[in-house]
């Protein structure tokens, strides 16, 4: 409210020194002050309407927006060395970019491949790359990571200072292990192990098995998945569902039990999974069908998940093109 009446105030102090000019000055003066503040009350009221910039942050959007690579901090090796850890945020809701290692998507100094994705998922991604550096890398030396996409460019810059030491527990919460779990269980357990079955020769439109080999220490013991978390009654929509035009894109939950989820880590574009999301180990074997839509290299990363920590694989798979695949 004290916004939109903002310009009001505005105009009638401007008109008050306008008076108060033109009585000392002359019929002229104040014709001439008259015609500044109602200048000047114009602007004020087209101001007015203009979205301030941060509204902007609330506008999703489908596509064209840029991809942020972020740094999430540092972990100790035991052999004396250092682990730099980043993620992404890709700020469009649906668009999948695929940028290639290269003036678009490097690191700084030093090689400009360290290993990063090159096939970028909507929204939110966490402590999916690590950087390992010497036990002689200056803590203040930065190790930076470029991203262009969209047109529009971000870095992410990773120290080995202090203040961005992480620990198991705060990759734990952010990867759906919850707040909940104690800090002796957490440093008990050891991450799963992953091997990946060989690469098969793919042809785009048409599915694929990859599987995966794992086995674990046991711990977490397998727990009961968390009830969906209900609505509040005041909060529940009534009358018809609103039109979503820009859909937010949803994340798997791990289950609370050994399982594997696939990802494009490297490649042209996008493929499908069968099924979708965290697949459960049983006998120590899960498997996906995978349908690669374009011809290409893709590099095919699997996480291991035991319901606390993960372990990541990777997999070559060369799809060839089809009599009706897009080229």
């Given at each position: ?9 505005e ?16 019929a ?13 009350v ?13 509204h ?25 060395s250092?682990?730099?850890?980043f ?80 620990d ?37 439109g048409?599915?694929v ?11 977490p ?20 569902p ?17 399982s594997?989820?696939?990802m ?16 459960k ?11 690669f839509?374009?011809?290409?290299t ?6 291991a998940?035991?319901?606390?920590l ?8 060369t799809?060839?093109?089809?009599k009706?695949?897009?080229q």
């Amino acid at each position: 409210m004290g916004q939109a009446w903002a310009p009001k105030r505005e105009a009638r102090r401007r008109l008050g020194q306008a008076q108060a000019r033109g009585w000392s000055h002359g019929a002229r003066g104040f014709s001439r002050a008259l015609a500044g503040t109602l200048i000047a009350v114009a602007v004020t009221f087209l101001g007015a309407q203009q979205l301030p910039v941060e509204h902007n942050v609330h506008i999703k959007y489908q596509s064209g927006q840029d991809v942020v690579p972020v740094y999430e901090g540092w972990e100790r090796v035991a052999d004396g060395s250092f682990n730099m850890v980043f993620g992404y945020l890709n700020r469009n809701h649906v668009q999948e970019l695929s940028l290639a290692v290269g003036p678009q998507n490097n690191f700084e100094p030093g090689p400009a491949d360290r290993g990063q994705p090159t096939y970028f998922y909507p929204r939110e991604n966490h402590f999916l790359l690590r950087v390992n550096v010497p036990k002689d890398w200056d803590r203040k030396k930065e190790l930076v990571w470029t991203v262009v996409a969209n047109g529009k460019t971000n870095q992410a810059r990773a120290t080995l200072l202090d203040i961005w030491e992480i620990d198991r527990k705060l990759e734990v919460a952010n990867n759906g292990g919850g707040v909940q779990v104690s800090n002796e269980l957490i440093f008990k357990d050891q991450p799963p192990v992953i091997t990946l079955g060989a690469a098969p020769r793919a042809t785009a439109g048409t599915a694929v098995e990859l599987t995966a080999s794992v086995s674990d220490d046991g711990i977490p013991p397998e727990r009961k998945p968390r009830p969906q978390r209900q609505t509040e009654p005041s909060l529940r929509a009534s009358g018809p569902p609103s039109p979503v035009n820009v859909p937010l894109p949803t994340k798997p939950r791990p289950p609370q039990s050994l399982s594997v989820i696939w990802m494009i880590w490297r490649g042209p574009a996008s493929v499908a999974f069968d099924p979708e999301g965290y697949v459960k180990v049983a006998d120590g074997k899960a498997a996906v069908k995978a349908t690669f839509s374009k011809p290409g290299t893709y590099v095919m990363r699997a996480f291991a998940h035991d319901g606390l920590l993960r372990t990541p694989a990777d997999v070559t798979v060369t799809v060839d093109g089809s009599k009706t695949s897009p080229q």
